[in-house]
């Protein structure tokens, strides 16, 4: 666990998060997902199985083939027309013509994405964004039941608000 010190030290996962999540439950189709992910403007997502249990994450990233999982080696499928977190209505209706249309979002999600407590630091938090190029943690409790999400707006806000406070 790291510390920093002063008031920003002494932030935990708790503290920052939202605790409004939107989610994607593991049997969503990956076409309603493109769709629910549009309609929120979000590039991506917490999956839920139906006790509400955190089982990975689902971004448009995944559909490019991206490999993120050892796992997933030889076994997606890219498809193009998605690139930083944007599908453009051509890949959309494409996707829509595929057999990968009616795949679930389990079958293409990150498994063992990162994910933190509810008690973590914040720079644990920030690290964990680093090291795994991710723009959102999401936030559980000690049963692995979603609590929160943490962004990197969240994580600048409390920057930014530490730096304000500071200045007072």
Do not use: W, Y
């Not at 559980?140 to 406070?165: C, F, K, P, Q």
Request: aromatic share 2%; with cysteine; net charge negative.
């Amino acid at each position: 666990m790291n510390r920093m010190p002063g008031r920003l030290g002494t932030l935990v996962a708790r503290d920052v998060m939202s605790t409004e999540v939107f989610v994607l439950p593991e049997e969503t189709t990956l076409v309603d997902a493109v769709e629910l992910l549009k309609q929120h403007k979000h590039s991506g997502a917490p999956v839920v199985n139906s006790r509400g249990h955190l089982v990975g994450t689902f971004s448009l990233r995944n559909l490019t083939g991206v490999k993120r999982n050892k796992s997933d080696e030889g076994n997606q499928k890219e498809i193009s027309g998605v690139e930083s977190g944007i599908i453009s209505a051509a890949a959309l209706e494409k996707l829509m013509k595929t057999s990968a249309a009616q795949e679930r979002v389990v079958d293409r999600m990150t498994e063992n994405a990162p994910s933190v407590t509810e008690n973590a630091t914040l720079i644990d938090v920030a690290r964990l964004m680093c090291d795994f190029h991710t723009h959102r943690i999401p936030v559980t409790n000690s049963r692995s039941v979603l609590t929160g999400i943490i962004t990197t707006m969240d994580v600048l806000a409390a920057l930014v608000h530490t730096a304000d406070e500071l200045m007072e």
